[in-house]
């Protein structure tokens, strides 16, 4: 059974935390995403990796980065944390071997900042 | 506007009802179209995938895919109330690994 899994479920932090992230998959994917999920604005992605120690902005990444040192992990920071940060976090990942290839997803992180 | 485009409803029908979900796309290199659930406070789970044009039957869904209109659609047969969550569609083209998304569906299937 593949597998996607993120740190932590539930998570609390104050503003102006530093916040690490982490997803974790067994399929051995190239590719790994970080989004957002925030009510009627769907899915918006934040950085992806397509490689090791490779990273690509996306739609939204202001006030994050990412890490990708092994090809199993894939974190995401929160610089300084601010309410406005307050939001489901979804990571994925998906494969090379082919374009157009399905994504699988952890079961999200909803972090709240106060 | 956006590139995909999807109703938020949120839906509500009762149990044993026909289902349609859609969703509306301006860019026409697309050709990977995929549907996901997700029930409420966990991660998307792929339901359907078709690759160009046609139709694809899985059970008591239905996922079509209309290239000329750009209007990919999802039919659930005899709704149960376990159908209830949010669809999201999402679809990419021959020369990324990037999905777009659409802003997800809520259903809900009344007993």
């Known amino acids: 059974d593949v597998k996607v899994t993120q740190s932590s479920r539930y998570l609390v932090k104050r503003t102006g935390e530093k916040v690490f992230l982490e997803c974790v998959q067994d399929?051995?994917?190239?590719?790994m995403f970080w989004y957002r999920q925030d009510p009627g604005l769907g899915l918006r992605l934040i950085y992806f990796?397509?490689?090791?120690?490779?990273?690509e902005k996306g739609d939204i990444p202001e006030g994050y980065s990412v890490s990708r040192e092994k090809k199993e992990r894939f974190s995401l920071i929160l610089e300084s944390a601010s309410t406005n940060q307050t939001s489901m976090y979804l990571c994925?990942?998906?494969?090379?071997?082919?374009?157009?290839?399905?994504?699988?997803f952890g079961q999200g992180t909803r972090l709240t900042v106060v | 506007q956006k590139e995909v485009e999807q109703d938020p409803g949120p839906l509500s029908v009762p149990e044993g009802a026909i289902v349609s979900l859609n969703c509306t796309y301006s860019?026409?290199?697309?050709?990977?179209f995929m549907w996901y659930r997700q029930y409420s406070r966990k991660g998307p789970e792929l339901l359907m995938y078709?690759?160009s044009s046609g139709n694809k039957e899985d059970g008591r869904f239905t996922a079509q895919v209309d290239k000329s209109s750009k209007y990919i659609s999802l039919f659930i047969r005899d709704s149960q109330p376990s159908d209830s969550a949010t669809y999201l569609c999402?679809?990419?083209?021959?020369?990324?690994?990037?999905?777009?998304w659409g802003a997800g569906t809520k259903l809900i299937i009344k007993p």
């Open positions: 994925a990942s998906s494969s090379h071997a082919r374009v157009g290839t399905e994504a699988f």
């Open positions: 399929m051995d994917h190239e590719n």
């Open positions: 990796s397509y490689d090791v120690k490779m990273k």
């Open positions: 860019n026409s290199a697309f050709q990977y």
């Open positions: 078709t690759y």
């Open positions: 999402a679809m990419s083209g021959d020369s990324n690994y990037q999905l777009i």
